[in-house]
């Protein structure tokens, strides 16, 4: 049997990685969801990068990443998909971000989102 290998963009991959975040805070594991937040993943082809600001956090990271590896590839519907940690001491950790900086940087990654909110009615109450 062979693995679906869809393509997705990484506006679908940040999606699904902060559905994720969220359901491991609703769940209560707020210190890691707060590792998936510390920074936005970059995607490349099917390799998505997370910068962590220390050994520690990356060790607490790896504890959960066969789970999210799961929820990407189902999700994403791509088997393919790997997750490279890269640890930077000098990573600024950002402070929480609110609805309008989570769509400002969706809005960088594909301006067509703006298309999608009207398109459907969508009021972000910014």
């Known amino acids: 049997m062979e693995l679906p290998t869809e ?3 990484e506006t679908e991959m940040l999606l699904q990685w902060n559905n994720y975040a969220k ?15 510390i920074n936005d993943p970059v995607l490349n082809g099917t390799t998505i990068s ?9 060790l607490d990271f790896e504890k959960e990443m066969n789970g999210l590896l799961g929820h990407l590839r ?24 609110n ?3 989570r ?7 594909n301006p067509n989102i703006d298309l999608l ?6 009021d972000l109450n910014i």
């Open 103 to 109: 769509y400002n940087r969706l809005h960088e990654i």
């Open 99 to 101: 609805d309008q900086d």
């Open 7 to 9: 393509a997705f963009t």
């Open 50 to 58: 997370i910068e962590l600001p220390n050994e520690g956090s990356k």
């Open 117 to 122: 909110r009207t398109t459907f009615g969508l």
């Open 23 to 37: 359901r491991l805070g609703d769940k209560g594991f707020r210190i890691m969801e707060s590792l998936l937040l």
């Open 74 to 97: 189902g999700h994403l519907h791509n088997h393919n998909v790997t997750i490279d940690i890269i640890v930077n001491e000098n990573v600024a950790i950002k402070k929480a971000l």
